[in-house]
């Protein structure tokens, strides 16, 4: 089993600056793609921003400029820097990760982690 733990959510002002972080544990054998997606209150999930193994990464036009998302391999982390933080960002932002897990036979599963809530106040 693959938990997927994030942190670093909270209460910020527009023009503000917030830093996720999401760290994958358990039986990992390695970790394909990652990325940070969000849910706000009565709206349908969306991708902010995946990034491969590769380092190859895929960002929504709605935050593209504004945040940055890295990964440490050896932590098995996932970072989202978010700077100019506007009232819209505010969500709950999800953690996912495609894992191929350590065990027999190998096979790669779709994890989400539990969400942390962006609160940005105008």
């Known amino acids: 089993q693959v938990q997927l733990v994030e942190s670093g959510g909270g209460l910020v002002q527009a023009g503000g600056s917030l830093r996720l972080s999401c760290t994958a544990s358990g039986s990992i054998f390695s970790i394909n793609a990652m990325g940070w997606y969000r849910q706000a209150p009565g709206k349908q999930r969306e991708l902010v921003v995946t990034?491969?193994?590769?380092?190859?990464?895929i960002y929504s036009d709605s935050v593209k400029g504004r945040v940055t998302i890295s990964r440490d391999n050896a932590k098995n982390t996932v970072y989202l820097q978010m700077n100019s933080l506007k009232p819209e960002d505010t969500a709950v932002y999800y953690c996912?990760?495609?894992?191929?897990?350590?065990?027999?036979?190998?096979?790669?599963?779709?994890?989400w982690g539990q969400g942390t809530q962006v609160t940005v106040s105008s």
């Open positions: 996912n990760a495609d894992v191929r897990g350590s065990n027999w036979p190998p096979t790669t599963r779709n994890y």
């Open positions: 990034i491969n193994s590769g380092g190859t990464t």
